[in-house]
Structures are given as C-alpha cells and as structure tokens.
Nanobody, 129 residues
Framework: QRQLVESGGGLVQPGGSLRLSCAAS????????IGWFRQAPGKEQEEISC????????NYSDSAKDRFTISSDIAKNTVYLQMNKLKPEDTAVYYC??????????????????????WGQGTQVTVSS
C-alpha cells in the first residue's frame, strides 16, 4: 500500500523554525513530484512548495519563498520542508502529496489540480507566543 506520512509539526514561537518530513512507503520517490500544501481554518488549501526528484527542480509560493526550503533524501525515501522565520499566519495543517513525474515540469505551476495521486494525513503547525 502506497502511503505518505508527515511528521515534525508542533507548536513554535514566532520567528522559530520547524522541519517537516514526508516519508513514503510502498513506493520509491524517484521520478516523483512532491508538493507541500497547507490549509488553515476557513481558508483554501494552498500549495507552498514542490520538488521534482527527476531533476531536483523546486518551486515556492510567495508566502514560502526566502523562508522555507524543500529537499529530498531519496535514500531515506523522504522529502523535507525546512521552515524558518515562522509567523502566526503560517499556522495550518500541512500536507504532502506525491505524483508520478519521470520528466521535469510537475512543479512549474503550483496549485494546478490533478498532479498528485497520493496524499498524507497532515501535521499541525501552530505558530504562537
């Protein structure tokens, strides 16, 4: 069974950092696109970052650019999202999703529907003093 499991969420003060992990099981992340999404209460789901393991290309939303870094460790079959300088408005449930992508391009345009086949259950991130 193909699964994604997020971890690393929690409560952090404004200005702090967290590293989220997205571990895949039942399939290898080679040649996949992996996106990180978040959804805050009352708001639409937002894709904030994406990485293509086919060519290591990445993309970020304006809200994540310059603060968040996405990376992959194929040997561990895991994708990470390093989040720095966290703000209260970053509070949300964070999800990862994966879609088969043997060629680059899956991350070129964020928030485009239909790219991802597998989704994790999410991890809560709360930024508060």
């Amino acid at each position: 069974q193909r699964q994604l499991v997020e971890s690393g969420g929690g409560l952090v003060q404004p200005g702090g950092s967290l590293r989220l992990s997205c571990a895949a099981s039942g399939f290898r992340l080679n040649s996949y696109g992996i996106g990180w999404f978040r959804q805050a209460p009352g708001k639409e789901q937002e894709e904030i970052s994406c990485i293509s393991t086919a060519d290591n290309s990445t993309n970020y939303s304006d809200s994540a650019k310059d603060r968040f870094t996405i990376s992959s460790d194929i040997a561990k079959n895991t994708v990470y999202l390093q989040m720095n300088k966290l703000k209260p408005e970053d509070t949300a449930v964070y999800y990862c999703a994966a879609g088969w992508a043997p060629f680059s391009g899956i991350c070129k345009q964020l928030n485009t529907k239909g790219r991802f086949d597998y989704w994790g259950q999410g991890t809560q991130v709360t930024v508060s003093s």
